[in-house]
């Protein structure tokens, strides 16, 4: 992934859980919704991450966050569904080395968003020359060490008291290639779970005429003994099958994991664009 790409729109990448997050460049506009995120941080969090219970630290960041890209300076933001929650940056030391700062929203940790962000930010920095990345760390902080040792790099780090400096090493060698695949491998494979273990399903366009593609799918779900949820879409009808049918794709009571749509092919785009 480039510098170019990342801030031309950003790109979608794939969480642990299989879902998609939204990556890109932090842009001068993201002040109120990178202050959202802090806001929603627990104590906790603004203590791990600004060495300080005070929010005042996290307030004046944000200018910093938000100040234009050069080859000093890169910030990247994760959003899912327009809302920014994870944020990473580096910040030129040298020729050579860079600091780091990550933060990432506390209902979003443990889904791989922090190691998606650094990795990105990893290839902003070998594109402008940077060879090693450097984070301070408290030391009672194992979670941000642990993602720092998980992205793959090859990393060396030394405990002072209360923080810890850890240097990550940029260079794309075979173990960094080889962590990333697997996470990629594995979270290709969790984005394929809402398909073949769906805990809700929604049938779009069944009728009640037996010969019809909807209403055989939907006889055969229901005779193999589906056991999650499952609702029909169609204004013409009360019911199918006996399962109740509600009018469009925005009415049905929950967001299923998996959309069966059996409409004629030029009203599937809508059908699709509607769910």
Known sequence: MTAVELE???????????????????????????RALHDRASDRSIYLRFFSVSRVTAENYIATLTRPSTRDHHALAACLHGEIVGVASFQRLDENDAEIALIVSDECQHEGIGMLLLEHLASVGRHVGIQRF????????????????????VMASVADRETTRVVLALDPVERVVAAIAERDRSADAASLTPMLAPRSIAMVGVS????????????????????????VVNPRHA???????????????????????SVPAPAVAAVVKAC
């Open 8 to 34: 031309n729109g950003g790109v979608d990448a794939i969480r642990a859980d299989g879902g998609l997050v939204h990556i890109r460049t932090v842009s001068g506009s993201d002040g109120d919704g990178i």
């Open 134 to 153: 450097i984070a301070d760390v408290l030391s009672e902080n194992r979670v941000m060490t642990a993602v720092l040792r998980d992205v793959g790099f």
């Open 208 to 231: 009640d005429r037996e010969a019809s593609v909807g209403h055989q799918v939907l006889s055969n779900i229901l005779a193999a003994g589906y056991t999650g949820s499952i609702h």
């Open 239 to 261: 019911a199918v099958l006996g399962v109740p049918c509600v009018s469009s794709p925005a009415a049905l009571p929950v967001a299923p994991d998996l959309v069966i749509v």
